[in-house]
Each structure stands twice: as structure tokens, then as C-alpha cells.
């Protein structure tokens, strides 16, 4: 643990001695360049006896069928419980997420979830499916062979599966058909949208755009960064915003401890402090320990020599001294501070905990 804190000390030391400087690009995005989720309903064949033996996947399997003009007498003549007998087919839920930017024509990535009870989508093909937003427009149709991250082998009485194998993807498997563009410039201005809202990195944002083009960049609020283009600009738009992502500012992130109890895992934030406190903090052991005793009896009582059970139990604290932790002004003074404590993760967990009751902790405690 000592040798954790130590590494954790220097490593934080290292990034405030860069003080690194971002790119505008990493912290925001342009409002109107966003991307629209869509879903669709489709069919997936050519499975290897692993599709879905349900009423309601072979019935969505006539539809189709007859949707393509594939009639046949038999199909009236089946009973309604069981349509096809097929095992080779499962019903399937396509998604996909289409860019603002995305043209007709263009392709992407869909990803395939099986709706039914199908064991495996290994090998199949996904039937051309149609792809829908939340204007319920068709927007990208998919089709093709699934590529699933998994397998599976079993035998008789024992298998071995490795990942999902209801959830597969198609590289490039979806076409689009129709824009969803998105629209970045408005009246001449454009918007950086902050990925973490804070009001002195917006205030920073547009100083650093107004050295450059001094009066055209607003802090509206603290999520939000509205930029004129010059006249001089307005002919090429997307080099202005372009060479706009490229300047550099150096953000100011909240004070933050973010703690993993499943996994003791602890991270803390640059601008942590901690004020002058006394700690003391010391673990309860509790030690049990069995120790069968043999009784003998005497001789000709007629008794049998029998095992006697005894348990001894003693409660341990750890001796604990009360230290005084000084003012810490960096996340390594912090860490050479609990250094000193010589605590594990889990004592460095409820140690933060209890500064923060105490009010001696100036940072925000995120428990994941």
C-alpha cells in the first residue's frame, strides 16, 4: 500500500507539473453536430439449429415470406401453434447510431440482439431490415452476415461459452438512405457545448478564442460558448471552427474523489485539500480458533472416549496513534500525508469518508 500511495503521489505530481493544456475539441462539442439513435425490426436465417422454436418468431417468418410474394396452400393448411418447424431463424432488434454528417449512401456499424429465445446468433444473416428514428423515418436499411464475439462448444454433459452469443454486429452492414445533417452554424454564430459545465473553463474558453479573434467569443453560461464567425471566415466555415478546436485552455476541474468500493479502488482529483486534522484510525480483529479436546474415561466405568469440541474467541483492536495530518495543498501532499498512516484502500476509503462528515475534506466524495 505504501508503495501504491507513493506512485499515486508521483503520478499526480507529474500532471500538475505539466499543467496540461486541451484541446477545445476534447472538452466540448458544437451544438447541432449530434448524433440520432435508430431501431428496427428484422429477421436473422442460416442459423445452425440455434434459432428460437417460438410461435412468434415462425409466424413473423410467413409475413415475411408472403410480404415477398412467396404463396403457398401449405401455409393456410399449417396449424397456428407451430408454423414453420425452423430452427435456422430468430427474431432480432437492429440498432444503430447515424452521424450528423452521414451522407446517402455512406455506411455503418449495426449492432443485432436477438428478441426470442434463440441460443445463438453464430452464423446467421441479418434479412434486410429497415432502420427507423424517433420521427419514425426510414433512415439506414441493414443487411448481412453477423460477426458475433463468442463462442460455444458443449457435449453431453458438460459446455464451455465464451461472451454473448445473442448479440452480434455487422461491419458496415447498414446503408443510409436518407440525412439526418446536422446544422452548426446559426445566424453566422456557432455554440461549444462544455462536456463537464463549469463556468470558469467557459470563461477560459472564450478568453483564449478572443486573443485570436478578439470580441466574437461569449461565455453564455457555464455549459455553453457562443462564436461569431469574422467576415473574413465566412467563406470557409469549416476551417474557422476547425482551427477553433485546435486552441488549447487548460480547464478547471472540480475537487473530487471518486471510490470503487467493490474493488477498494480510490481516485482523488488534483485539486483536493485536506485542512489541518487529527486522525487516528485502527482496525477491530477478531480471532477464532478451534481446539478439539479427546476425553478418556476411566477404566471399567463402561464410558467411550468421545471428542469434545472447544472454541476460543478474542476481540484485537490494532493500536492506532493520533496523528495530525497539516494542511495539504496538492493531491501528492495529500497522498504523502495518508502515506504516512500507512493505510490500505479500504482504510483510504472510509479515512475520506469520515474527513468529509468532519467538514475537514474540501473536495466532493462520487461513490460508484
Known amino acids: 500500500m505504501r508503495r501504491f500511495l507513493m506512485i499515486l503521489a508521483g503520478v499526480l505530481l507529474l500532471g500538475q507539473m505539466a499543467a496540461a493544456q486541451v484541446r477545445i475539441k476534447d472538452i466540448s462539442e458544437l451544438e447541432g453536430a449530434r448524433s440520432n439513435l435508430l431501431h428496427g425490426f428484422g429477421l436473422v436465417v442460416g442459423l445452425d439449429g440455434t434459432g428460437s422454436r417460438s410461435t412468434f418468431t415462425q409466424q413473423v417468418a410467413v409475413d415475411m415470406l408472403q410480404k415477398n410474394n412467396v404463396t403457398a396452400t401449405i401455409f393456410s393448411q399449417l396449424p397456428s401453434d407451430n408454423v414453420i418447424r425452423s430452427t435456422s431463424i430468430s427474431a432480432v432488434m437492429v440498432t444503430a447510431e447515424i452521424g450528423p454528417f452521414a451522407r446517402k449512401g455512406s455506411r455503418l456499424d449495426v449492432t443485432i440482439s436477438a428478441l426470442d429465445d434463440a441460443r445463438s446468433l453464430q452464423g446467421g444473416t441479418l434479412i434486410m431490415t429497415p ?61 461549444f457545448l462544455l462536456k463537464d459545465a463549469d463556468f470558469n473553463t467557459a470563461r477560459m474558453v472564450a478568453k483564449v478564442i478572443n486573443e485570436k479573434y478578439p470580441g466574437y467569443a461569449l461565455a453564455q453560461d457555464a455549459g455553453t460558448v457562443a462564436v461569431g464567425v469574422p467576415k473574413e471566415k465566412a467563406s470557409n466555415p469549416v476551417a474557422f471552427l476547425s482551427e477553433l478546436g485546435l486552441m488549447e485552455v487548460n480547464p478547471d476541474r472540480p475537487a473530487r474523489i471518486v471510490i470503487n468500493e467493490r474493488t477498494g479502488t480510490v481516485v482523488a482529483g488534483e485539486n483536493v485539500t485536506i485542512n489541518p486534522t487529527a486522525i487516528a484510525h485502527g ?24 471428542v469434545v469440541p472447544r472454541t476460543s474467541i478474542a476481540a484485537v483492536e490494532q493500536r492506532a496513534r493520533l496523528n495530525v495530518v497539516p494542511r495539504a495543498t496538492t493531491v501528492a501532499e495529500v497522498a504523502r500525508a495518508l502515506n504516512s498512516l500507512g493505510v490500505t484502500p479500504r482504510d483510504l476509503i472510509s479515512i475520506f469518508q469520515a474527513l468529509k462528515q468532519a467538514g475537514a475534506l474540501n473536495a466532493e466524495i462520487v461513490v460508484i
Open 131 to 191: 432502420l427507423r428514428g424517433a420521427d419514425n423515418e426510414i433512415y439506414v436499411v441493414a443487411q448481412g452476415p453477423l460477426s458475433v464475439g463468442g463462442f460455444s462448444v458443449s457435449g453431453q454433459t458438460a459446455g464451455v461459452q465464451k461472451n454473448h452469443l445473442n448479440v452480434g454486429r455487422i461491419a458496415n452492414g447498414g446503408m443510409v438512405e436518407k440525412e439526418a445533417l446536422g446544422e452548426v452554424l446559426c445566424k453566422g454564430r456557432a455554440r
Open 283 to 306: 482496525n477491530l480483529y477478531l480471532l477464532a480458533s478451534e481446539t478439539p479436546q479427546v476425553s478418556q474415561p476411566n477404566p471399567l466405568t463402561g464410558g467411550a472416549t468421545t
